[in-house]
């Protein structure tokens, strides 16, 4: 077998080639001057921040936009393509961020959809069953062809993605963030995958910007930063740190670095608080009893599902508690509105941006002051909005926070990319001043820059003596930022570490139920 | 951003242009199907309809007929806004009819039945409307019921309710309510001397024209520079934003809609207490106003001021369509061509796109760039650049 460097000496020629694209969108320039050449059989990451142009690019290649400028070149020829139909028999496939398949149909189903084999319009999937568990048992992709798709792991419904691929005999495969819904576990599996199919001569195509699994995974590394095209790099001649550098522009510091805590005044007490769940009948959280001190990071870890969200909904008033205290800096809250929390002093960067963090149809200055639009500043008499502060409130935040838009204080929040309307939203509650900042997952999926930059705001707010509650599904976010973890597991909290006291193997076995504090 | 805008970037005259060209598009397939019924007469066809009133020599009668297109331009303008505050709002409010229906009802009997003053009158309808209204918010506040629906079956509802309330004060041989003259003289709307001034002594041009108008520019203001616009708005593009940021969304959709209610409502008022015309009792479908009032809000570009305009041209070739019949054509030809506008105005997004490729393959041949690089440029560390050109040729050289 010829390992991925055989390969390259051996091949002069390119599967696919992306000459000097451009592809402009009002008031953007997503994709400027950009050349990407896939060879033969290897591994080809695309690295990128969020708005860097790496969905664009690949829009692109799929043939959903036309670009402005340039040319794509298959097997060294000239080709258009005018949509995914062509891209499709160019032999171009694509396993999407968010799979792409019908949940009541079975695995089998969802591999012929589209390209079923039939004789007199009956299917034959006899010989489809036969050329799935055949290209499944080649390539180790196991799957149970009868499954519906709803019942399955998501680690399996990406192999369905890829044998749907294989199924069509797609030469070139594009693999777009795919680790970002598996578990450590699946994403190992999903390594070795890759292998085996370049190794049986098939282009991979792989974007992310995990800098680990593109170090483990590819052969070469094409770096695009703010839609322009930085360089492309032999994976095992750089290191982590030059291909953060290329993708940020500047060096990346991969610890977050901060003073021990000096705690003070209790901010937030929680007493007993039970809250109720939305998906079942049993309370989702069971009487959990902390509190939160000024100039101190407390982070609530555990595994998604365990009552983290219902913790903060209670908190922070979204759902009403069905028993327990609630005290902010001593003031009994447990019934006030959402509106008076946040008035008193509690900031809340909510897990879902979308649904809870912006209105996405607002300009981005009429989303900086969702939470301050009624105050005298902005809102003259309670009646009329007062636009001139609110423009330069907004340019003001956009500038100190370097939030990023195509068009500024007056750019739909819609058309932004969820780095930068996390800053957004991140610049909004922080720069409230807030006594209590209550972050839940801050940097879900965020590029490392940004992830950076809203550590280091975490941990300057709590410098600034204010209370920081903060729940993570990351444990490296958790053991980096915290100045104590509190571990929570079906509803409860099950132990309280220190930090610089326990290490991520006893955390997990208290976040899987394993053990737990007296 | 400074930067200089291309004036056909501008979002007033791109709305503009995109409804100028859906009248357009509207009237020259409409020519086209005229030209398929009678070719003969199909010219002389769509310049009465356009010219409605002009179709008169004389001018007083040419301004008394406008005035008559004003008076029903008023409704249609108060639906009009009905329709687009909702919209704006979050909310599709196809209950305009049914809102205006109740107000039609409410000031009828409030002025044949009790004879209240034309002030009374004109508030019982927006209440009536507001009221309507606040039925459907508040099904979709606490149950969740889409407002589609439950503005669908009020429409009914309402429309049949007013019909058995107003037999209660109807003429015992024909089907419609009193005539304001007879039974309600005190409610009628102020004429201020406008029709005798301005429109060929047409008795029911006057006030209800400027209230209309009125309402545009305050659901303009209300929308655009308020607390409560930004609130409403906020609400109805994302009810659970507008939750986590500590707005009563439940009372804000309730408001958006009894805003809505009342503005229709208020505009059956504006018609009826003009005495322009009766209510039938007998009628077994729910007046077109209320559904022309989503036409022109959408012609109007959603815009408060524009919608006045479109409500005006709506009601211009409606009347125009009624002259049809002199020339041997059906009169719901006009109604087909204003529906052709209306259809043709879902497509103004794919409109506008079109047309601001052409300009940006304009602006690029000639050399301006609208679409200039906004973000911040950071510099990279000069090792950084280096190495990145280092390896650039790295690449290349294998």
Known sequence: MLSGKDVILLEENYAIEMLNITKRFPGIVANDNITIQLRKGEIHALLGENGAGKSTLMSVLFGLYQPEEGIIKKDGKVVSIKDPNDANALGIGMVHQHFKLVECFSVLDNIILGVEPSKYGFLQKKEAREKVLKLSEQYGLHVDPDALIQDITVGMQQRTEILKMLYRENEILIFDEPTAVLTPQEIDELMQIMRNLAAEGKSILFISHKLNEIMAVADRCSVLRKGKYIGTVNIADTTKQELSRMMVGRNVEFVVHKEPAKPGKTILEVDKMVVASKVHKNNAVKGVSFNVRAGEIVCIAGIDGNGQTELVYGITGLEPVVSGKIRLNGKDITHASIRKRSVDGMSHIPEDRHKHGLVLDYTLEDNMVLQRYFEKDFCAGSILMRKKNIRSYAEKLIEQYDVRSGQGAVTSARSMSGGNQQKAIVAREIDRDPDLLVAVQPTRGLDVGAIEYIHKQIVATRDEGKGVLLVSLELDEVMALSDRILVMYEGEIVGEFDPKKVDIETLGLYMAGAKREG | ?398
């Not at chain 2, 007033?12 to 007469?41: D, E, M, R, T, Y």
């Not at chain 2, 003053?117 to 459907?136: D, E, K, Q, R, T």
């Not at chain 2, 005190?186 to 047409?202: E, R």
Request: aromatic letters at 12%.
């Open chain 2, 1 to 398: 951003m400074k930067e200089k805008k291309s004036f056909f970037k501008l979002p007033v005259v791109q709305a503009l242009l995109v409804s100028l060209f859906c009248i357009l598009l509207g009237l020259i397939i409409g020519f086209i199907v005229l030209l398929i019924i009678k070719p003969a007469g199909a010219w002389e066809a769509i310049t009465t309809i356009l010219k409605n009133f002009w179709n008169y020599t004389r001018t007083n009668l040419q301004l008394k007929n406008l005035g008559n297109t004003l008076v029903k331009t008023a409704p249609l303008l108060m639906c009009s806004l009905s329709v687009l505050f909702a919209y704006k709002a979050g909310l599709f409010n196809i209950g305009a009819a049914g809102q205006y229906v109740v107000g039609a009802g409410a000031c009828l009997y409030c002025a044949l039945a009790w004879h209240l003053p034309w002030y009374v009158c004109l508030l019982a309808a927006l209440a009536a409307g507001a009221l309507l209204g606040v039925i459907s918010g508040a099904l979709k506040a606490y149950c969740n019921v889409n407002e589609v629906i439950s503005c669908i079956m009020l429409n009914w509802i309402s429309l049949y309710l007013i019909n058995m309330l107003l037999t209660n004060v109807k003429e015992t041989t024909s089907p419609y309510t009193f005539k304001l003259s007879t039974a309600g003289e005190q409610s009628f709307l102020p004429n201020l001397g406008m029709g005798d001034a301005l429109f060929g002594k047409n008795q029911y041009t006057g006030l209800a024209l400027i209230i209309a108008i009125l309402a545009a520019v305050l659901i303009w203001f209300i929308l655009g520079k308020t607390k409560l616009g930004y609130e409403l708005k906020a609400t109805g593009y994302n009810r659970s934003a507008a939750r986590y940021c500590g707005m009563k969304e439940k009372k804000n959709l309730i408001m958006t809609m009894a805003i809505s209610g009342a503005l229709a409502g208020t505009g059956a008022a504006l018609l009826y207490l003009t005495g322009f015309t009766e209510w039938m009792t007998t009628q077994s479908s729910v007046p077109a106003m209320g559904f022309n009032g989503i036409a022109a809000a959408f012609l109007g570009g959603l815009n408060p001021i524009g919608a006045i305009f479109s409500s005006f041209f709506i009601q211009h070739i409606t009347d125009g369509g009624s002259f049809m019949t002199k020339i041997g054509f059906p009169s719901q030809i006009s109604d087909l061509i204003s529906s052709l506008i209306i259809y043709l105005c879902g497509f103004v997004m794919f409109i506008k796109l079109t047309f601001n490729g052409f300009l940006d393959r304009h602006s690029k041949s000639t050399g301006t760039n609208v679409n200039a690089e906004p973000a911040p440029v950071q510099e990279p560390a000069p090792d950084a650049q280096t190495a990145v050109a280092d390896n650039k040729e790295g690449g290349n050289e294998e």
